[in-house]
Nanobody, 128 residues
Framework: QVHLVESGGGLVQSGGSLKLSCQTNSATFNYMYIGWFRQAPGKEREALSCTSHTDGSTYSVDSVEGRFTISRDAVKNTVDLQMNSLKPEDTGVYYC?????????????????????WGQGTQVTISP
């Protein structure tokens, strides 16, 4: 059974930091690709970062590269998103999601259409 529960959202000032956590279970953590996504008000859901269960590799979109860091904790079965230098445009609901993949690959996909399991989301609000 897939398990995805986000936590860590909140209200911070511009320039601040937040760490989001996606709590999974061992089946999800060890056998599925996991990604972080964001949906801003009135906008489509966008991919931020993802990680592969095969080799632990991570990928991020250019817009957050250098500010956001995705990481895996194999003891806790969590996939975290450390967000630094936050901007008001980072405001939105942040989701973690997972997909199994049709074939073995070390490269996870930064495309929401690939993901078929989603958490409930956590709100992040950045004040100017």
């Amino acid at each position: 059974q897939v398990h995805l529960v986000e936590s860590g959202g909140g209200l911070v000032q511009s320039g601040g930091s937040l760490k989001l956590s996606c709590q999974t279970n061992s089946a999800t953590f060890n056998y599925m690709y996991i990604g972080w996504f964001r949906q801003a008000p009135g906008k489509e859901r966008e991919a931020l970062s993802c990680t592969s269960h095969t080799d632990g590799s991570t990928y991020s979109v250019d817009s957050v590269e250098g500010r956001f860091t995705i990481s895996r904790d194999a003891v806790k079965n969590t996939v975290d998103l450390q967000m630094n230098s936050l901007k008001p445009e980072d405001t939105g609901v942040y989701y973690c999601a997972a997909y199994r993949g049709a074939y073995y690959s070390n490269q996870c996909k930064l495309d929401a259409r690939e993901y078929d399991h989603w958490g409930q989301g956590t709100q992040v609000t950045i004040s100017p």
